[in-house]
């Protein structure tokens, strides 16, 4: 099987502007969570979509949002950018059935706001 | 909400010998730690996971302990060789939602030839 694809793998941003992750999961999966990684908060989850519906949110801005299409595929969006949102953005695909699923991760994006 | 504390930081050994690095969690309703590792410029690779109903669990050579009574849980590496350098990542889910994993801090593994 195929593993799990970001799209872009690297971003370069302005404050203030939009930015769109996208990220395909692995075929079969339902549920897709995202999570940021930075050197001083490390691992953070921001949220969990499962049959495109947002089924757990970890305690990011409301400017940090998502969605997951019939397909599976899943967005992040982050509005309003701040300097403090350069990170990498990774996602990770589980079949979403239970608490214990084992989850993959994508190579992650890596944005960048100057 | 759940935490979870990872040591040592950083660990350097000689290719050939053992690893260990311990995480603690403080939900005692946490029932699924899984561990990752970490290679330069590429997403965490699930390595070994352990559920709370097991207490060690091996693969090849790398283990997984847990003690649920003391709220640790423990990867070894035996055997290690200059590959296994990485950043290893533990994590702890089960009672805060699904899906939702709450990471270590990370261990950089540097393993010498």
């Known amino acids: 099987k195929a593993g799990v694809t970001q799209t872009p793998r690297y971003l370069i941003k302005t404050r203030g502007q939009q930015v769109t992750l996208s990220c395909s999961p692995i075929?079969?999966?339902?549920?897709v969570s995202w999570y940021q990684q930075t050197p001083g908060q490390g691992l953070q989850f921001l949220f969990e979509y499962f049959s495109e519906t947002q089924r757990n949110k970890g305690n990011f801005p409301g400017r940090f949002s998502g969605r997951q299409f019939s397909n599976s595929r899943s967005e992040m969006n982050v509005s309003t950018l701040e300097l403090g949102d350069s990170a990498l953005y990774l996602c990770?695909?589980?079949?979403?059935?239970?608490?214990?699923?084992?989850?993959?991760f994508g190579p992650g994006t890596r944005l960048t706001v100057l | 909400g759940e935490n979870v504390e990872q040591h040592p930081s950083t660990l350097s050994v000689q290719e050939g010998d053992s690893a260990v690095i311990k995480c603690t969690y403080s939900?005692?309703?946490?029932?699924?730690f899984p561990w990752y590792k970490q290679e330069l410029g590429k997403g965490p690779q699930l390595i070994i996971d352990?559920?709370?109903?097991?207490g060690e669990k091996k693969d090849q050579r790398i283990a997984v302990t847990l003690n649920k009574t003391a709220k640790h849980f423990s990867l070894h590496i035996t055997e290690t060789q200059p590959e296994d350098s990485a950043v290893y990542f533990c994590a702890a889910s089960g009672n805060t939602g699904f899906q939702k994993l709450v990471f270590g801090t990370g261990t950089r593994l540097l393993v010498s030839p």
């Open positions: 939900d005692s309703a946490s029932n699924y």
């Open positions: 352990i559920r709370s109903n097991v």
């Open positions: 990770a695909s589980s079949s979403g059935l239970a608490a214990e699923t084992k989850q993959f």
């Open positions: 075929s079969g999966h339902r549920s």
